[in-house]
């Protein structure tokens, strides 16, 4: 379902955030895709925008803030892609199409997710308005309100926009500069990187001496990293030892931090970056780095291989058209797990009440007391059955 999320972000940054060619082909977003903008305020004028010069009197706009956009699918079948993305944001905006009826499954199930990984600062976009006529417009407007007032959003903004011809745009940005502040940011602790992107910046061909190292991308946690730090990257690899596969860390260093294009000579918690490593380009290309966690020498959370996890299961199942109520996990099932910007598949090995224990097929790196979301197999798809806390073993 196409609400419209890439083509506002291309309003609001000038970044066409689908580049896959997949993505473009699918007309959906399959990767996360990452933006940064500046908004401005033309005094004069009264208009928010993303402009130095303001379009209307020519006259130079102050810049209140950098905001970096996460565009996460929306598509039912993305759901672990999108839930990588939301637990490295600060807020969400939730696009509806004015066009379609509200809500679709996707639409519940992203309201789900956003309150599971303690999401608060939410912005409706009532998209396409330009696509209806008035009263079907706000006949729209009142379902997406009818369908807030059953979750812990219902107070929530609906802004009524058209991205497709910029209509409504500086009354969004408004919304989003009074809903989503910049929170205060915990810049003295241990740092910790999560990686949601990592890539080959080589062009083929590209002579062996001119070779660059390989690129994370993500969002820091806590604290500040700085250029020539020494940093760990776990879970890391995997190697065979005594017939048995372990799994080791990766040590590199950040050679530049770029920032919206710009160098930084150091970073902390607050919109998207990527760092340029040392690493061999071949260990990060094509994501393959993706859910893994950077920080300084030995100061990185524990790798879990297995999880044990205190479970808060739903009463429905999200996303499904029809009612399914969610029944009690068994052992041996396999449920998808998202943690940080991680993904991955976990084997019930043992339930006791609410305690769930489950052997992963990837590794993940998480603090004790870190929140996990749950996605069961129904229907060929996976959907969002509640989440758990990681416990001590």
Known sequence: MDHGKTTLLERLS?????????????????????ADVSFTYCEACKVYGTQEICPQCKGKASILRKVSFVDAPGHESLMATMLAGATIIDGALLLVAANEECPQPQTREHIMALEIIGI?????????????????????????RKFLSTTPFADSPIIP??????SGISFLIEKIEEII??????????????????????RPGTPVEKLVGG????????????????IEIRPGYDVEERNKKVWKPIFSSIVSIKAAGASLPEAVPGGSLGFLTSLDPSIVYADKLAGAVVGLLGKLPPVWETLILQIQLLKRVVGAKEELHVEAIKKAEALMLNVNSAATVGIVLETKKDIVTMKLKLP??????????????????FRLIGFGLIKEK
């Open 14 to 34: 000038g970044k066409w955030a689908d580049t896959h060619s997949e993505e473009i082909k699918r007309g959906i977003t399959i990767k996360l895709g990452y």
């Open 120 to 144: 608060k600062n939410l912005i409706i976009v009532q998209n396409k308005i330009d696509l209806v006529p008035e009263e079907r417009a706000l006949k729209n407007y009142e379902l997406i």
């Open 161 to 166: 926009i058209s991205a497709q011809h910029r």
């Open 181 to 202: 502040p910049t929170p205060k940011r915990d810049v003295a602790a241990d740092p910790q990187f999560l990686v949601a992107r990592s890539f080959d910046i080589n």
């Open 215 to 230: 690129v994370l991308g993500g969002v820091i946690k806590k604290g500040t990293f700085r250029e020539h730090d020494k």
């Open 364 to 381: 993940v790196c998480a603090e004790v007391g870190s929140r996990v979301t749950v996605s069961r197999m129904i229907n060929n798809r």
